[in-house]
Nanobody
Framework: QLQLAESGGGLVQPGGSLRPSCAAS????????IGWFRQSPGKECEVVAC????????NYADYVKGRFTISRDNAKNTVYLQMNRLKPEDTAIYYC????????????????????WGRGTQVTVSS
């Protein structure tokens, strides 16, 4: 059973940066495609970004495109979300999710497509 643990959230001023990470319990993260999602109070969970098994294909939601970068280090079983030029509307709990897939190029943008979820890390953007 794959377990995911997010860390690296926090409080940052508008325009600042954070780099949450998602560490996997198993040494086989390579077999999983990964996504980052977020949820703020009163809103539905929404996709932020996703990355293929190989790490060479990524996709982003329009509202973070150009500001956020998803990456992975399969040797360290860790996925990262570099968040720059943060805005107050980016405030949310950020979750990473994983799904085991055969195709190394697969990217999944739908939250219901993922089988494994972390418990989230809070990101607050406020002055």
């Amino acid at each position: 059973q794959l377990q995911l643990a997010e860390s690296g959230g926090g409080l940052v001023q508008p325009g600042g940066s954070l780099r949450p990470s998602c560490a996997a319990s198993a040494s086989t993260l390579y077999y999983y495609t990964i996504g980052w999602f977020r949820q703020s109070p009163g809103k539905e969970c929404e996709v932020v970004a996703c990355i293929s098994r190989s790490g060479d294909r990524t996709n982003y939601a329009d509202y973070v495109k150009g500001r956020f970068t998803i990456s992975r280090d399969n040797a360290k079983n860790t996925v990262y979300l570099q968040m720059n030029r943060l805005k107050p509307e980016d405030t949310a709990i950020y979750y990473c999710a994983a799904d085991r897939v055969l195709d190394i190029a697969t990217m999944l943008m739908g939250l219901y497509e993922y089988d494994y979820w972390g418990r989230g890390t809070q990101v607050t953007v406020s002055s």
